[in-house]
């Protein structure tokens, strides 16, 4: 049977770039370039977290003594003291996560419908970043100097008769631990939410307003289900931020609340028992689960809120 005289190939001739085995040298050095840009990544990656991790596991069902497999690290890490820290870290976390979400989401939307260039939205945004990014021991140092029971502004309160110290606040409980998170994680949120805002394209608030729509009808079918993803996940980075911060609340409190995070730090302290020093692992390894699971939430929110940003 004949060949068309269209379709037969030309002799000599190679197919186009990038298809088949005419593939072109050249093409394929740039994919391999290419993969060759992650390799500093990942050796960053396999050093700085898969290493680590991978050692934290082993450890934490290891026998401090024999060296043997174990059970006990992690039934010690989820009884007594050690599940009251796991129990304490995530209520700090869920409130400072969604406390600071709201609030952060709120105020990230005020700048977004400021006027592009004013003053006023570059301070915010510039001091969300340096907010954001400012805390351990002189952030504790700052409350304890300001809020603290000699600090400034409580010797001003007590001045005028309002002591907050009389009326049940401590800051260096639960409470204050709260108000100090939220120093960092409502810039931090205002610097991740505002992204996804300006995602939101205003063909969609016109359209619905030429269909007859309202503010809260746009909001709740459209704006609404399109930034929640990203709300989502906004919240779980702060649960994660909130939950692994450690130096905040060590220097806050001296280690007298139990935060999973600080007797973490008490095992690599060298603050153990004989025979429990695995335990301190079976905590981390608590966390990173813990972490793991907030991140694949996290992961899962940002990929459907990317279907709208594109």
Partial sequence: MAVPLDTAPV??????PGTGAGRSW???LRAVRRWLGLVPFSVYIILGLGLPALAVA???????TTGGFTLDNVKAATHGIYL??????????VVTAIVPGIVGFLVAYAIFTAKRGNLLRRVVITASGVFANFGGVPLAFLFIATLGSTGLVTGWLTAIGLNPYEHGFDLYTFSGIVIVYMYFQ?????LIMLPALEGLRPAWREASQSLGASTWQFWRYIGGPVLFPSFLGCVMLLFGSALSAYATAEALTSGSIALTPIQIGSFLNGNVL???????????L???VIIAVAMVVYTLAQRRASRWLR
């Fill in 84 to 93: 009251q820290g796991f129990e304490t870290s995530l209520e700090v976390s």
């Fill in 186 to 190: 409502i810039p931090l949120m205002v």
């Fill in 58 to 64: 082993i450890g934490a069902f290891q026998n401090s």
């Fill in 26 to 28: 050249p093409v394929r």
């Fill in 11 to 16: 002799p000599g001739a190679t197919q186009a």
């Fill in 286 to 288: 608590g966390l990173v």
């Fill in 274 to 284: 004989a025979g429990q020093q695995n335990i301190g692992k079976a905590l981390g």
